[in-house]
């Protein structure tokens, strides 16, 4: 009976394609990131604001790129917004330098809706993704998939997000685009 | 220990999940269409409310006028409160646009004034509600409606109604008797107000910086809309529009980036029209864009300043593109027969901007008034 009340309390949830399943937390959906980049080197890329629609804090636990096993996550930090100079689109280094990021171990909670004064900026938790590519060539993701928890239930949701990583750097003068132009 | 006692608990426990289930889920009134205040200068006022369903802009009007669809009507409170809820069915399936927009006129009328206002909006057939956002731009999983001072953008309607004082005060029982049948007549103005360009779109370039801007749909976007009442003078805003029209080359030419700035305003041509209406017997008038001729040009502009609290670091050669969801408004975006009304862009499949850093070195784009990934317009920086 208490295996069965555990499995019937850790409920879970998944969503796919838009990110908008039945769980609270919601990902801003900026855009898309290309980054000519060289074979091996990993860079930051900040994607996936999320915000917290329900009354109980969220604890993001995992995070995975999609499709795998085209643009390499090596590493996941979190930066809290809003804060005096922004969010990240991309950078050259991973963990970046000059920014309060954390490792996603460490800052995870994705505090809950509260009642703001007119025009305050609601909290949100940035992921800050350390990315690379192992071969030469055009590589993209589509899509950031991620675990949280929320008291009792466990969601997974996945959020359009396109990366575009293209190595080695000056092979794409023109920037990083599909053709690999 | 007697189990009993924990029996008790996890029945009772279990019945109360069971009786109030229903009463949290089983809602079975329509969704709700508009929440509002109505106000007169005395205050909160227990107008009639009524919504209707406005034609399609390419729908021929009667030349007399036509009697407008009305799918939600309420009394306010005694404090102007009031609810408007609608049903989604054929009548509204029947004048929704390639995008799902249906154009909504409320109207609030006493024996002494009447106000107007107007929204486009949708039906959220996961959510089973109404929402003022297109699906391909819902971020919050929420169903909403901004108005005034809750939220950045042009506000897709007025959260008070103000009462504009009717001209012919003397016919006041006439007009409460209309006021309660909720009579209502729409005629399309045949005043030609020509072309007009609305700004949609901006790139802000900095020395080489390059970028694009694409535009093929209006579905996305809002526009202003003006009121002006019989007997008074001026355009007021009253709640925005939105509506499909595609028209626009997939591409635009993009702007190289090279050693000189650039800052560019897109500016699409609209065709704007007046709607004459009839309401309880006092007329008042409205005036939105109706379409696009496809036409988009690019006009040098002053650039918007960075708020630095709003830098982001874009690494070199890096390209963002800023899509789904974010979105730029445009206060002063067109001006036509004395109204000047603004414009929000929402960031889609049908509306992008993209930047390029061609520079070896980071540097930062810059919201003006938020985040770049919310409401704001972007600036980069040298």
């Known amino acids: ?181 | 220990m007697n189990p009993r006692p924990r029996w008790i608990l996890l029945v009772a426990t279990f019945g109360l999940l069971t009786v109030s289930m229903p009463a949290a889920f089983a809602d079975d009134d329509p969704p709700v269409l508009w929440t509002g205040i109505v106000r007169s200068s005395g205050g909160g006022a227990p107008a009639e409310v009524t919504a209707y369903l406005q034609p399609p802009a390419d729908v021929a009007l009667e030349e007399q006028g036509t009697r407008l669809d009305p799918i939600a009507a309420v009394t306010a409170d005694f404090a102007g409160r009031f609810t408007l809820r609608s049903p989604y069915d054929d009548r509204i399936r029947a004048a929704e646009d390639r995008a799902g927009w249906i154009s909504v006129l409320v109207v609030a009328m006493t024996a002494d004034g009447m106000s107007m206002a107007t929204d486009s909006v949708r039906f959220d057939s996961v959510r089973h509600g109404w929402s003022t956002r297109t699906a391909e731009t819902e971020r919050d999983g929420t169903v909403s409606a901004k108005a005034t001072g809750t939220d950045a953008g042009v506000p897709d309607r007025p959260a008070v109604m103000t009462l504009h004082p009717s001209p012919a005060r003397a016919e006041g029982s006439f007009h409460a008797m209309a006021a309660k049948h909720r009579i209502c007549f729409m005629k399309k103005d045949t005043r030609e107000l020509g072309v007009t360009q609305v700004t949609v779109g901006e790139l802000d370039l900095a020395q080489h910086w390059g970028g694009q801007f694409n535009y093929v749909d209006t579905n996305t976007s809002t526009f202003e809309v003006g009121f002006r009442y019989e007997g008074e003078g001026g355009w007021s805003a009253g709640g925005s529009s939105s509506f499909s029209k595609e028209g626009g080359s997939e591409s635009i030419n993009p702007v190289a980036a090279d050693g000189y700035p650039r800052h560019l305003f897109y500016r699409a041509d609209m065709v704007f029209s007046t709607f004459k209406m009839d309401c309880g017997g006092r007329t008042a008038y409205s005036l939105k864009p109706t379409a696009w001729t496809g036409g988009m040009r690019p006009e040098m502009a002053s650039a918007a300043l960075c708020d630095r609290r709003y830098l982001t670091p874009v690494g070199p050669n890096g390209s963002f593109v800023r899509q789904d969801g974010s979105s730029q408004t445009f206060s002063g975006a067109f001006s036509i027969a004395g109204f000047g009304g603004g414009a929000t862009s929402t960031n889609s499949r049908s509306v992008r901007h993209e930047w390029k850093n061609s520079d070896p070195h980071t540097r930062n784009l810059c919201g003006v008034s938020n985040l770049i990934t919310r409401d704001t317009r972007v600036v980069s920086l040298p």
Do not use: W
Request: one cysteine or more; charged letters at 20%; hydrophobic letters at 35%.
């Open chain 1, 1 to 181: 009976v208490g295996v069965l009340l555990a499995v019937a309390a850790m409920t879970v949830s998944c969503s796919s394609g838009d990110g908008k399943a039945d769980g609270p937390l919601s990902g801003s959906q900026p855009g898309e990131v290309h980054q000519p980049v060289e074979v091996g080197q990993v860079v930051t890329v900040g994607y996936a604001e999320l915000v917290n629609e329900g009354k109980t804090d969220a604890r993001v636990e995992q995070v995975r790129l999609l499709p795998p096993g085209r643009v390499e996550l090596v590493g996941v930090e979190t930066l809290v917004l809003p804060r005096d100079g922004g969010g990240i689109i991309s950078l050259p280094e991973y963990p970046p330098r000059d920014y309060p990021t954390k490792p996603l171990l460490e800052q995870n909670v994705v505090a809950a809706k509260k009642p703001r004064a007119s025009g305050e900026p609601e909290p949100a938790l940035e992921l800050i993704l350390g990315v690379r590519t192992a071969r030469p060539g055009v590589f993209r993701s589509d899509e950031v998939e991620v675990t949280y928890v929320v008291g009792k239930r466990r969601f997974v949701e996945r959020y359009p997000v396109q990366i575009m990583l293209c190595a080695p750097f000056n092979a794409h003068p023109a920037g990083c685009v599909q053709n690999g132009g």
